[in-house]
């Protein structure tokens, strides 16, 4: 799993692209949330209304719009595994249930955890062809 933001749609073929030509298989997922969840999270972070991140959220979430950035994912109010299982139905991956130690599970009220503003992560495997 490669986590990224990637709105820009010739970074996106230059990436995910590029992978796919070369025989990769790839499973692009694009995890969205509300605006107001997602300025909360850059607050959380230490960014405020009037940080950089901030002022690109209306470009970023209308790029991700684009079909070229789907399989879109609403993340608003879910679980990082709730998140995980859908990403994992998606690839037909079956998930074994998470092990988290209590102290060391992450805190996940807001689902801030599942995106920094917005995420794009790719899953990677070879094609059946090992012969490459």
């Not at 079909?67 to 679980?79: D, S, Y």
Request: glycine share 6%; proline share 5%.
């Amino acid at each position: 799993m490669v986590p990224m933001t990637v709105v820009n749609p010739l970074y996106h073929d230059q990436t995910v692209g590029a992978l796919c030509r070369e025989g990769l298989q790839v499973h692009h997922f694009t995890l969205l949330a509300s605006c107001k969840t997602i300025l909360r999270c850059l607050r959380r972070r230490g960014d405020g209304r009037h940080s950089w991140g901030a002022h690109q959220l209306d470009r970023c979430l209308s790029s991700l719009a684009d079909e070229k950035f789907a399989v879109h994912l609403n993340t608003e109010g879910k679980t990082i595994e709730v998140v995980a299982e859908e990403i994992a139905h998606h690839v037909g991956l079956a998930l074994n249930p998470p092990t988290w130690h209590p102290v060391l599970r992450p805190l996940n009220t807001d689902n801030c955890a599942n995106l920094p503003y917005s995420l794009v992560v790719s899953c990677m495997s070879r094609s059946q062809s090992t012969s490459r």
